[in-house]
């Protein structure tokens, strides 16, 4: 039989909302009050559905223009939206249990890290200012616009901040909370981690590994990771 060998894990990728930050809480909040401010408290559970796994904001305000009938523009909506949630995350944007703690550990390894997220540069930077990315992060923090403006499931954004850490695809591991996520990772030719919650739990058959809390992390991908100093 063929011996398998482990892959050589040498930089590590994260997605932002719902990966390294609590945050798909305030989106909705946001996505709720712009509604409100339109006379609807309660909207159809179909739309609800058909929210849940939209890849822009721009497919929201157009989904949501078009399921609820408002008149107002996509681009009107949007642009609320924005200043009603970057107004939460300056008001309570924190980072999920444990991850600042894992981070410092892989760092302790001398492993690069960089975040590929769908959201945009107004509001990515909003939230790079209060969390205070550059001290974990550095300069690679990369929205979907950096990468010819391709969300995901398309892989450009994970394969730009590959090729930023200086690393190929193969070689990076990605972390991941989403159904675009797990797809754009594995289309990028990159192993991927999930953080596992109520609304993906039925999907890691799309990843490679899956954790439930940070505080696991480390001893579930340590095995995939050879940094500088362990060569």
Known sequence: MEKKHKPHIKAIIFDMDGTIIDSMHLWQLASKKVLENRGITNPPAHYQKEVENI???KEWALITKQLLGIEDSSNLLVQELKVIVQTHFR???KYINGFENFHAQITALNIPTGVATNCEL???AVIS???QFSN???THVYSFEHAENKPKPDPAVFLHAAKMLGFDPSECLVFEDSLHGFRAAKAA???CVAVRNKKNHHLMDEVNHFIDDYAEAL???NHLIISDTQK
Do not use: R, V
């Open 55 to 57: 890849l822009s904001l």
């Open 91 to 93: 008001a309570s944007a």
């Open 122 to 124: 107004q509001t990515l």
């Open 129 to 131: 200012s209060q969390l």
């Open 136 to 138: 974990l992060f550095g």
């Open 189 to 191: 030719g990159m192993m």
């Open 219 to 221: 001893k579930t991908i």
